[in-house]
Structure formats: C-alpha cells, structure tokens
C-alpha cells in the first residue's frame, strides 16, 4: 500500500518567516518527489520536484529529500501572504510516467 | 498555449444517471492522467493512458466507472449509474515523458461533480 502522509495543519506562518512542509512516505522504491501548491477551488500547480538526496533550491522555495528516512520537505523562505494554500506533496514511485500518490495536504496560512 | 481543458466545470446530476466527463491534454502531452479529489480521501489516481492505451485503471472504484481515450486529443470518463458518494471535483492531467526521471504532470481546472 503506497502511502503518503503530511500534517493537515492549518500551519500558521507570520509574513516574512520561513514556513516548513513536510512529507513522508512508504515505498522505499519510490524516486521522483513533488510539491503541488492548491488554492482554494483551483487545481494543483508544480511548485517543485527532486530526484536526489539533497537540497533543490528554486527562488524562495527549498525542497528537501532524504530517502534514507523517506522523508521530504518544503522550506518557504520569506513567506507571503500569496503563498497561502494548501500543499500537496506527491511521489512516483517508478521513476518513468506513472500516476502520482498524493498526500492529503497540509493547509498554509501566511499572516500579514 | 492552451492548457488542459476539461468539460463541464460543474456538473450536478441525480442518482442513478450518467454522467460523462471530457479532457483535452496538452498537444502533444502522451500521458492522461484522471484524478478525483475528495476531503475524505484526497487526490486519488484513477486511471492512466499512455499513448490513448489505457495502462493501469487499479484505482478505477468500481465498474460503473469507465474512461476511454479514442484519440490522442480527448479522453472520457464516465460515470453509470452516478450515487452521491461519486461527489467530487474529477481532474485530468497530462504530461510529455522524456525518459528518466518522471515529468510534471500539468493538471485541468477540474469538474465538480455533485450527484443528488
């Protein structure tokens, strides 16, 4: 049973700060991780996806993957109130084009 | 350039009727991808095509759901006879595979589907 966990929150986050996302999964044979950011009534959106152990930067975004724990992680630095949303993080287990296991989000609040 | 489009955005239905749901993948996209997202359950994988051949339907819930791909520009799924659990908001998704490591996955803006 493939299984993705993250905390539901609401994680509450002043303006400004550096909010933390994170995910674990099941499958140790899992290889591609994303981060879907949603908004309320929208469809997801790819804000980020690593492959290796490590850090993966992208602008005010982290993603953090430590597969010996089978572990991800989000870091937003800088947080705005625009990042509000919920954040899906997502693994592919076969490496290929598989569909993706979704968590079921962990709901953000950036506070002004 | 156009995204994933889907038909109807909502769709409110009576149950034990039909309902059918329609997706255009990106051109040139060789992945589909159909979702469902409840608050119960989340973001679920239905079923999957490559190429307009249909690769795993393990998440399909049950026999009265059905999705077809008859060309490489639209897919259906549908829905015989719809219940109230089938209440949700059904995504499509595609994706052009280059090899290696998987490739995003770019979703439609969704049906909500509510069955009375």
């Known amino acids: 049973q493939k299984e993705v966990e993250q905390n539901s929150g609401p994680l509450s986050v002043p303006e400004g700060a550096i909010a933390s996302l994170n995910c674990t999964y099941s499958?140790?044979?899992?290889?591609?991780f994303f981060w879907y950011r949603q908004y309320s009534g929208k469809s997801p959106e790819l804000i980020m996806s690593i492959y290796s152990n490590g850090d993966k930067e992208d602008g005010r975004f982290t993603a953090q993957l430590n597969k010996a724990s089978q572990y991800v992680s989000l870091l937003i630095r800088d947080s705005q109130p625009s990042d509000s949303a919920t954040y899906l993080c997502?693994?592919?287990?076969?490496?290929?084009?598989?569909?993706?296991?979704f968590g079921k989000g962990t709901h953000l609040i950036i506070q002004p | 350039d156009a995204g994933v489009i889907q038909s109807p955005r909502h769709e409110v239905t009576e149950m034990g009727q039909e309902v059918t749901l329609r997706c255009k993948p990106i051109s040139g996209h060789d992945y589909l991808f159909w979702y469902r997202q409840t608050m119960m359950r989340g973001l679920e994988l239905l079923i999957y095509f490559n190429n307009n051949v249909p690769i795993d339907d393990s998440g399909m819930p049950e026999d009265r759901f059905s999705a077809k791909m008859p060309n490489a520009s639209f897919s259906t799924l549908k829905i015989q006879p719809s219940e109230p659990r089938d209440s949700a908001v059904y995504f499509c998704?595609?994706?052009?595979?280059?090899?290696?490591?998987?490739?995003?996955?770019?979703f439609g803006p969704g049906t909500r589907l509510t069955v009375l």
């Open positions: 997502a693994v592919n287990i076969g490496g290929g084009a598989d569909g993706l296991t």
């Open positions: 499958d140790r044979v899992s290889q591609s």
């Open positions: 998704a595609s994706s052009l595979y280059r090899g290696g490591a998987a490739d995003t996955q770019y």
